[in-house]
């Protein structure tokens, strides 16, 4: 059993690369829902994992990092058109102003975070939420204090506007180490990694895999979704990921 978890950012024209076009999402959204996917929030995905009981086959999660504005008004009325839940990460500082934390793509613009209205709205037709930090820092670069103010705040954030238990974290930049995760797993069910990959019941609850959208953009990649071929080709990339941080290390 191997379950995709999708990663998408923001859903806008802007080409950047956290960015996916509106038209792309909707042609992925509707391929998923004429192939008869079987799109389930991460958290139902997590806590079957955990029990060891039976998913479809043909399971899949979607997730958005960093709660954009355009998840409310882009990303869900076509998720609703398909009846399909999503699990959203938000940075809790920033919710109902901008992205102004350090580490955007150049290439981005400023944009608009959802605001615990729009939150609140969103939960109430069963989208999901999990916490991506408070402030969008590197969690592997700052004292340990902050890390767990940054962690566990978020979480209360969240709970606190939403009027649910929090049970997933999704680091931010990708970026931990044994310390930050340590902190992570005494906090939340489960914790998502920018590893590429799928789930299955072998993975580490707390270093998730998933796979960003921006390898997703070419329709016949996309499409192979469920292929070995799909399996092999994120293999490639992620060996190649490994490659280039190891060059940038040296």
């Avoid at 882009?74 to 398909?82: G, Q």
Wanted: hydrophobic letters at 40%; aromatic letters at 12%.
């Amino acid at each position: 059993m191997k379950i995709p978890v999708l990663t998408y950012h923001s859903i806008d024209e802007s080409g950047s690369v956290i960015s996916t076009a509106p038209e792309t999402f909707r042609r992925q959204i509707e391929f998923l829902s004429e192939n008869e996917y079987c799109v389930l929030p991460l958290g139902e995905i997590v806590e079957k994992l955990i029990a060891n009981e039976p998913l479809s086959p043909k399971s899949i999660a979607l997730t958005f990092d960093d709660g954009f504005q355009n998840f409310y008004t882009t990303a869900f009325p076509i998720l609703a058109a398909h009846d399909f839940p999503a699990t959203v990460f938000l940075v809790t500082e920033f919710c109902g102003k901008f992205n102004d934390w350090s580490g955007n793509p150049p290439d981005f613009p400023r944009s608009r975070i959802l605001s615990w209205k729009e939150i609140k709205e969103l939960q109430a037709f069963g989208i999901e939420f999990g916490a991506h930090s408070q402030t969008h820092r590197d969690l592997t670069a700052i004292p340990t204090a902050d890390v767990k103010r940054e962690i566990a705040c978020s979480r209360a954030a969240v709970e606190d506007n939403t009027g649910e238990r929090i049970n997933l974290f999704a680091y931010p930049y990708g970026k931990f180490d044994s310390s930050v995760k340590a902190i992570a797993e005494k906090n939340y069910r489960a914790a998502c990694s920018v590893k590429l990959g799928k789930i299955c019941p072998a993975s580490n609850l707390f270093t998730l895999e998933r796979i960003d959208s921006y390898y997703l953009s070419n329709p016949r990649v996309f499409n192979s979704l469920a292929s070995k071929s799909f399996d092999r080709y994120l293999q490639f990339r992620q060996l190649l990921r490994d490659f280039k941080s190891l060059i940038h290390r040296k």
